[in-house]
């Protein structure tokens, strides 16, 4: 059987689509996880993430044989590393899943393979695993490619965006840029900017910090709104009249392993220089804490009111509408600090997930037809259905019913 012609390490959120993508141009992928879970799931040909079209790209690249998924990788001619970059303490990036991963190319690689970080990474850890590579295997240098490239899409709408949008191409030299560009050419649409590994690493943190500062103006102009009684939903759609004024929507908070994780990268080497990077990952955080309180001064209103305790339903546990991503989501970090309380039975609802860890899950229906309070944190489709009846108590966070206050 032909070796696989790309490797691709981490198989979550970002490279199964991507495995997919290339699959479906009849070259063969290798998708390694260290999960055996998913990899079974992949070699029978399902998905065991939330993401439109993916189901049917995999099914067919497994089918014809272009992609299979494994725990260890095999050798190739181009590397992906598309591994998660959690947080150590006081939010400092962890770059060692990128490191594991790397390490165990190491001994397959030779002269003539490109090398690609595609992980949100700290700036100049594409120049740390060149290193790593070359005092390992010192008869590499010079001889091997190395480039950052980070993607630019968004959760539920990845298969398309991997395609259409365009693409940073950081080499840690020209020659690696050119092949790095050469490459991600075979499959993508959009123009391809050129620069260098550090560039490259910095922009893909400044993209999502600056989505983070502006979602921050929303959230605090909510906050805002509640004091001075005014529909922040009425509000902002009126400024956005003005021709120069575009301001995003409130939520309860931000999430994601993007907008609310990239900017600590920058945070943690330039805590000086960051201050509105760091004021707005303060007001994206306080937003959470921020709706608990409303949540349980609801509930406590609720009880004084009618001699009881209410029943509670939180609508949506993912950090976006429509997807089954939890990470970092402020709706499930909601849920976590209230399950526990004693001011009333609460009722979790995600419609995108089968079950949770933490939480037993209610259908949504069940939930709004038991519920006296309505908490609205995620904007799924399935919530827009509801004809609101005026016995419901409602707190609508993520506007989508746009015309109850916060």
């Known amino acids: 059987m032909k070796e696989p012609d790309v490797i691709i390490i981490g198989l979550g959120y970002i490279g199964l689509p991507t495995a997919a993508l290339i699959a479906s141009k009849k070259v063969k992928v290798h998708g390694v996880d260290i999960n055996p879970k998913v990899v079974n799931t992949i070699n029978r040909g399902e998905i065991h993430i939330v993401e439109p079209e993916l189901d049917t790209a995999i099914a067919s690249a497994v089918k014809d044989g272009y992609l299979k998924a494994a725990l260890k990788p095999v050798a190739a ?41 595609e992980s949100t990474s700290p700036i100049g850890t594409t120049e740390k695993m060149m290193s790593l590579i070359y005092s390992e295997r010192p008869e590499l240098k010079e001889s091997i490619f190395i480039a950052y490239c980070p993607e630019r899409v968004l959760p539920g709408n990845v298969m398309y965006e991997l395609v259409e949008n365009d693409r940073v ?105 960051s201050k509105i990077i760091s004021n707005a990952r303060e007001i994206n955080n306080y937003k959470s804490d921020w709706c608990i309180e409303k949540i349980r001064s609801t509930a406590l209103k609720f009880e004084i009111d009618n001699d009881r305790k209410p029943t509670i339903a939180l609508m949506g546990l993912a950090f976006k509408p429509n997807i089954d991503d939890l990470r970092e989501s402020p709706a499930n970090h909601i849920a976590q600090v209230l399950q526990n309380d004693s001011n009333g039975a609460y009722f979790i609802v995600e419609p995108n997930i089968k079950e949770h860890n933490g939480f037993k899950l209610t259908n949504y229906k069940a939930a709004y037809n038991k519920a006296d309070i309505l908490v609205f944190l995620v904007a799924h489709d399935e919530f827009k259905t509801f004809t609101i009846l005026e016995d419901k108590v409602i707190l609508d966070f993520c506007g989508i019913l746009n015309k109850h206050p916060l």
């Open 77 to 117: 001619d181009t590397y992906l590393i598309v591994v998660p970059t959690p947080f150590k303490a006081n939010n400092e990036p962890d770059i060692s899943f990128v490191k594991a991963a790397t390490k165990g190319i190491i001994p397959l690689l030779k002269e003539g393979d490109l090398f690609i970080i």
């Open 169 to 273: 191409i950081g080499g840690v030299d020209d020659a690696s840029t050119d092949k790095a560009a050469a490459f991600y050419r075979k499959y993508i649409k959009g123009d391809l900017h050129k620069t260098n590994a550090r560039t490259a690493e910095m922009c893909k943190l400044v993209e999502n910090s600056s989505r983070d500062v502006q979602i921050a103006f929303a959230n605090e102009l909510s906050l805002i709104c509640d004091k001075a009684d005014i529909n922040v939903w009425e509000l902002i759609e009126l400024a956005n009249k003005h021709p120069r004024v575009n301001i995003l929507q409130p939520g309860c908070g931000v999430g994601g392993h993007c907008i609310a994780v990239d900017p600590y990268f920058i945070i943690s080497k330039f805590p000086k220089e």
